[in-house]
């Protein structure tokens, strides 16, 4: 844990929220599931509502975690070779038409500049000033802001290509982009979000899938190693696939609801857009060629993903790579009216702050010595706020030389015996041995350790207990009849009229084609038409 260190730190998402009314219940997930995402986001305190409609306030508590992911993955991008670069907010209309798919497929979701200004109205009759867009401010194009950066970035690229010693280029670009969202949901779909996207260039198509291939495999990494989240590597059918694409790989996640969520996309351009804004290279022989492309991204939706996956019915659930808080410390005092009680809390205080300082050196800890609190109030709320270890320290702990510790989930496993354990374990409550400083440090360590890995592990078992495969379409509609929720494979032959039929009439869309068992397609026909099947199709409810 000791490589993950990053910087200190609603019910209703059309409600505001502040830490002072954070709800004394959470909503129970089997009552509605909705709801109880709502107030694990709101009682955690990361985000809530702007005034502007489908847009949130991202809050500390909140934003670390982006942060978190942030670094992460920023880390791994330049050790690939890739640089960060920032392109403008702004694109012209006229670009995003230049690929046919592409505007096709953004069209809908796009918000539109046409003022380069406003001036001020005074009504006659009430005098009152508003503001509205200046007639003579009119743009001479209209100017879209951002839902992606494919054009803005093709259009300089044709530019900055010339010969094949300018290949490849590897970009990525830190931004927010906003796509109109009548439907909005903190973290998984909102009108603005913050994301990462990456966009290349290359001389072959080999080395462009290649690249392809690559990013969706640092986006698995991103997810199972830092935010413990299972995810299936697949690709898209030709229906689910990025406007402008020649192929979509994508990674797909199972919610605690069973739906999924699709945390991250890599895409497989070809050469639409170099060929759609003119970029070409000369090779060796000074012959000329069009470059292929890739582009590639994640986003805030997977803090979405790690509320979904791990969080449980007292609140929120962080494994301890991304909880910008690992370790609270708790010192349990007693009432002042006794002056003995007046040397021990001295005393408890006094080592719980030692205890603060010899594990800071690692991870990140909070002490709450909080006096107008009780330590029962502290315990809701950092469980609320999903920190992996709560510390509980007083003046029994310290004469036994130990300090108690209870994990955020109530199914912790049994400790090793390489834990300097204090007694007995009592489910996800146990003792570690705090007389030598090193010796607790490495206890600690690994108490964390176990905890990350046992998040990965619930999860992905819970992933394939609720994973079934069928060989008919009558075999999907029984299931889905006798309440299944969950993962389907089917064999499957490509046909969007088909794909659109049975998502219309169970509402379980074509995930992706998992890249691991598409080996089973053959020999095998197609659950649906009963032609030969060309793939193993994935097929789910989703977010």
Not at 83 to 94: D, E, G, K, M, T
Not at 385 to 399: H, I, M, Q, S
Not at 410 to 434: C, H, M, W, Y
Not at 501 to 519: E, G, S, V
């Amino acid at each position: 844990l000791a490589r993950f260190r990053l910087p200190r730190l609603v019910r209703s998402f059309c409600a505001s929220t502040t830490t002072k009314n954070i709800s004394k219940t959470t909503t129970a997930f089997d009552v509605d599931d909705s709801s109880w995402y709502q107030d694990v986001i709101t009682n955690a305190d990361l985000a809530e509502n702007s005034p502007v409609r489908g847009c949130m306030v991202l809050k500390p508590n909140g934003y670390a975690l982006w942060e978190a992911i942030r670094e992460y993955l920023d880390k791994r991008l330049k050790e690939t070779g890739h640089r960060n670069a920032y392109f403008p907010l702004l694109i012209p209309v006229s670009f995003l038409g230049r690929e046919a798919q592409h505007v096709e497929g953004f069209a809908t979701e796009c918000a539109v500049v046409t003022h380069h200004r406003l001036r001020a109205v005074k009504n006659p009759d009430t005098q009152l000033t508003t503001m509205e867009p200046d007639p003579d401010a009119k743009l001479e194009e209209p100017l879209v802001i951002r839902p992606t950066s494919e054009t803005m970035i093709w259009s300089l690229f044709s530019k900055w290509v010339q010969s094949y010693r300018d290949l490849p280029l590897l970009f990525n670009q830190w931004a927010n982009v906003v796509r109109w969202e009548m439907r909005c949901r903190p973290f998984l779909r909102t009108t603005e979000f913050l994301w990462q996207e990456g966009h290349t260039a290359h001389a072959t198509a080999e080395e462009a899938m290649e690249e392809t291939r690559k990013m969706l495999n640092e986006y698995e990494r991103l997810c199972e190693d830092l935010l413990s989240v299972p995810v299936i590597k697949g690709v898209k059918s030709e229906m689910e696939k990025f406007a402008g694409a020649v192929q979509t790989f994508t990674i797909e996640a199972m919610m605690r609801n069973q739906w999924a969520l699709q945390a991250g996309t890599s895409h497989f351009l070809g050469q639409n857009f170099a060929r759609a804004f003119d970029v070409q290279f000369s090779n060796e022989k000074g012959e000329k060629h069009f470059v292929w492309a890739t582009s590639w991204g994640v986003s805030t939706r997977l803090i979405g993903a790690t509320i979904l996956t791990h969080s449980d019915a007292k609140g929120l659930v962080l494994p301890p790579r991304v909880a910008p808080t690992q370790i609270v410390i708790i010192p349990i005092t007693k009432s002042t009216k006794q002056t003995a009680n007046d040397q021990n809390n001295d005393l408890v205080l006094e080592k719980a702050r030692q205890l603060k300082q010899a594990l800071s050196s690692k991870f990140r800890v909070v002490l709450d010595d909080r006096q107008h609190l009780s330590a029962g109030a502290k315990f809701f709320e950092w469980e609320k706020r999903g920190v992996p270890l709560r510390l509980e320290l007083g003046a029994r702990d310290l004469a036994r030389g130990s300090v108690a510790c209870i994990a955020r989930v109530d199914d912790f496993p049994t400790l090793p015996e390489l834990v300097a354990v204090s007694g007995p374990q009592t489910g996800n409550r146990f003792s570690i041995k705090i007389d030598d400083e090193a010796q607790t440090v490495q206890s600690i360590e690994t108490v964390l350790n176990i905890f990350q890995s046992h998040l990965l592990t619930r999860a992905r078992s819970f992933q394939q207990q609720n994973t079934q495969s069928v060989d008919t379409y009558d075999e999907m509609v029984q299931l889905l009849q006798n309440g299944f929720v969950g993962f389907i494979m089917a064999p499957w032959r490509e046909n969007s009229v088909n794909e659109t039929a049975i998502k219309t009439a169970t509402k379980a869309t074509i995930r992706c084609y998992p890249l691991h068992n598409q080996h089973l397609a053959v020999g095998r026909k197609c659950f649906y038409s009963g032609e030969e099947a060309d793939h193993i199709a994935l097929f789910a409810r989703a977010y």
